[in-house]
């Protein structure tokens, strides 16, 4: 006889659990402390076994009879319903720790040796920013590419078009690193190539060889007053030509004052590979005037934050302070690099290679990965001193 509803209502607990059997071997078990769980009896090749379903009242009697007929349909195929739930569970299990939250956390770990802090730390803000509000909960093997367009327009909605690039980027490596480790199929970020808005490309503003001369006055008669460490910082700028952050985060410890070399360690460039910056005797004249002003101070930076020596100088320190000399929209810190390649080619002759190479820039070709930073150092350290005395010539115009 089935079941009703007020039957498993109503019924009490025993001092020993009992049963109140419903057709097709569904049954209610009742507990001696109350609890009741429905449990179907039926048999899988010959062997009796039970199936749990539940408990009831949260799973109610007709919930109870649909799990009942699901698992009688399993059984028809000749599969049993145990292993098929716990089959459920398990994927359901892998999918909770396979979002692509926990993925893109598991794959910045593996980065943590190859970045510098800064920068693994700022790839957990975009993420956290951009990108885990919309998908961060979403099993990544479901995740397919309008799902990530959607999250990628939010931030292309707010004109940070830099940022959608940024975003598109880390989804792109989260979703390889998803494909390697078997947690999805396929990278649907590179279906999304050309979806998205895309700034034009502006390159650093640089001068041109014949206003050297104007820029380095500027420097020397000093009008907007500069603080006299950011002067040097300007200078060293030119004269080394390394990226705004390379410089800003010198350390004395990285200078080699007998070898007039400079070592940058690998997790502070671009290409993640050490790189030797050689000194000319104007370089190296300018460390000395900073050291003689910090060295007083307990910091390692060669050019220490004003209020907090245990920092570095700010970024964008060099930028505006060529602003301030009158510079603006005409002359960036990363513009040097640029005058630097141009005049050391044109007018100093030296050979492109040899100007790459002190750039950190990886050649292009099979040879590009296994390039060796230390090739052409005997004429990277002549031609550092060149450009310095070339620097010296155009000052001396004035």
């Not at 292309?156 to 390697?180: H, N, P, T, W």
């Not at 190539?193 to 820029?215: C, D, M, V, W, Y």
Request: glycine fraction near 4%.
């Amino acid at each position: 006889m089935a079941l009703t509803d007020s039957q498993c209502k109503n019924s009490k607990p025993k001092e020993r659990p009992y049963k109140l059997s419903d057709a097709g071997g569904l049954f209610l078990q009742i507990m001696p402390n109350g609890s009741k769980y429905w449990r179907l009896k039926y048999r899988y090749f010959k062997k009796e076994k039970l199936l749990a379903l539940g408990t009831y009242p949260l799973v109610s009697l007709l919930e109870a009879r649909q799990e009942r007929d699901e698992a009688k349909k399993i059984l028809a195929k000749s599969q049993d319903p145990s292993y098929e739930k716990k089959r459920e569970y398990r994927n359901a299990l892998h999918n909770s720790s396979s979002t692509f939250k926990a993925v893109a956390l598991e794959w910045r770990e593996t980065k943590k040796e190859q970045w510098s802090k800064g920068h693994y730390l700022n790839v957990l803000r975009r993420m956290e920013s951009d990108l885990f509000p919309t998908i961060g909960n979403e099993p990544i093997n479901k995740i397919e590419a309008p799902d990530l367009l959607i999250a990628l327009r939010k931030v292309e909605k707010r004109d940070a078009l830099e940022m959608v690039a940024r975003c598109r980027q880390i989804c792109s490596m989260v979703f390889r690193y998803g494909v390697l480790t078997g947690k999805c199929k396929y990278n649907p970020a590179i279906d999304l190539q050309g979806a998205l808005r895309t700034r034009k490309k502006k390159h650093f503003a640089a001068i041109n060889s014949n206003e050297i001369p104007e820029l380095l006055r500027a420097i020397e008669l000093n009008e907007a007053r500069l603080f006299a460490r950011t002067r040097r910082a300007i200078q060293l700028s030119m004269l080394t030509f390394v990226r705004p952050g390379e410089l800003r985060m010198a350390r004395w410890s990285e200078i080699i004052i007998g070898k007039k070399e400079w070592l940058i360690p690998a997790e502070r460039m671009k290409a993640r590979r050490p790189h030797i910056v050689p000194l000319s005797d104007q370089a190296i004249s300018i460390l000395e005037k900073q050291r003689n002003e910090t060295g007083h101070i307990n910091t390692d930076y060669v050019f220490p934050g004003r209020s907090d020596p245990q920092e570095p100088m700010s970024d964008g320190t060099v930028r505006i302070a060529l602003q301030r000399l009158g510079f603006k929209d005409r002359m960036t810190a990363h513009g040097f690099r640029a005058l630097a390649r141009t005049v050391i080619r044109e007018e100093l002759d030296y050979d492109p290679d040899v100007i790459e190479a002190q750039l950190a820039h990886r050649p292009p070709g099979a040879l590009g990965a296994t390039y060796d930073r230390s090739q052409f150092l005997k004429k990277r350290h002549h031609m550092m001193q060149d450009w310095a005395d070339y620097l010296d010539e155009a000052s001396n115009k004035n």
